[in-house]
C-alpha cells in the first residue's frame, strides 16, 4: 500500500510555496528496454522547508529485478512480490504531487521513468519543465565539484550515515535538506542586522528596541578654545582664500 501522511493529520497543506522533493528506485538504467520503478519518495516542502507530509510506496515491477539493481537499493523480487503495481497507487501519488514544482537530483532520470509508468496507463505525461533539477543547481553553485547526493550531504554536513543502500524516500529526505542549503540555509530570508524585521520560521516579526536617550553634541568652552588655537598654526587655510 501507499503512505501518504500528514504531521497532523490534516490533508490540507498550510498555505505558502509548496514543492515536492521526489526520488524513485527502479530495475535499472533504462525504461524503454523494460525497467520499471520499484519505490516512489515524496516529501512536502512548505517555503523551502520539510514538512511531515510525505508520500511513499514499494511497487509491484511485474518483472524480475537485477542483482545490479538489488546492490543498490536492497529490495528483491520476493520483497515486492506483494506489493501494489503503479496502476494502484497513480490517483494517490498525483493527488499528492499536485502541480506542485518537484525537486529531483537528475531529474531527467526520475521523469523519464514515472512518464514511462504513465505511458502505460494512457495517462498524461509530467512535463521536464515542473522539475528543479538539483545536480545542476549544484553544479551552477560549485562548478567543477562532485554532484552527488552524498557529495552535497558532505558538503553540507547533513547526517546520512543511514543511506547504506539507495531508498526512495530517505534520499528524498536528504534531498529536501541539501536543497534548503543550496537555497542558502535555514535562513535565507533573513534581512541584514539593525532593519526593521527579521524572519523567524517563515514570518517576519518586528525587531524589539530598547530606547536610547539623545546624546549631547555641542562643543565645550575647553573643546572651542582648542579648536581655534588648532586653527592659528594653519598657514594659508582654504576657507580664508579669496577663491574659496
Known amino acids: 500500500m501507499s503512505q501518504m501522511e500528514s504531521g497532523n493529520g490534516d490533508a490540507v497543506a498550510p498555505a505558502g510555496i509548496r514543492e515536492i522533493a521526489l526520488d524513485t528506485e527502479t530495475t535499472g538504467f533504462d525504461p524503454l528496454m523494460g525497467d520499471r520503478v520499484v519505490e516512489i519518495g515524496c516529501v512536502e516542502l512548505i517555503n523551502h522547508v520539510a514538512t511531515d507530509r510525505k508520500f511513499h510506496c514499494y511497487l509491484n515491477p511485474e518483472r524480475d529485478v537485477p542483482a545490479d539493481a538489488v546492490a543498490v537499493h536492497g529490495q528483491t523480487e520476493d520483497f515486492l512480490a506483494d506489493k501494489p503495481v503503479f496502476a494502484a497507487v497513480v490517483g494517490d501519488f498525483l493527488d499528492f504531487i499536485a502541480d506542485s514544482p518537484l525537486i529531483i537530483h537528475n531529474a531527467e532520470f526520475d521523469i523519464k521513468f514515472l512518464n514511462a509508468e504513465l505511458r502505460r496507463l494512457a495517462m498524461p505525461a509530467i512535463p521536464i519543465s515542473r522539475a528543479i533539477d538539483t545536480v545542476q543547481v549544484a553544479r551552477r553553485r560549485f562548478p567543477g565539484a562532485p554532484a552527488s547526493l552524498d557529495a552535497l550531504c558532505r558538503r553540507f554536513e547533513i547526517d546520512n550515515t543511514d543511506r547504506t543502500l539507495h531508498g526512495a524516500l530517505l534520499d528524498a529526505r536528504l534531498l529536501a535538506k541539501v536543497y534548503l542549503e543550496l537555497l542558502g540555509g535555514r535562513q535565507p530570508g533573513l534581512v541584514l ?52
Open 193 to 244: 542586522a539593525g532593519a526593521a524585521i527579521a524572519t523567524v520560521e517563515g514570518e517576519a516579526t518586528p525587531v524589539e528596541r530598547r530606547y536610547r536617550e539623545p546624546r549631547p553634541h555641542a562643543p565645550r568652552d575647553e573643546e572651542r578654545e582648542a579648536h581655534a588655537a588648532l586653527l592659528k598654526q594653519l598657514k594659508n587655510p582654504l576657507w580664508l582664500s579669496e577663491t574659496a
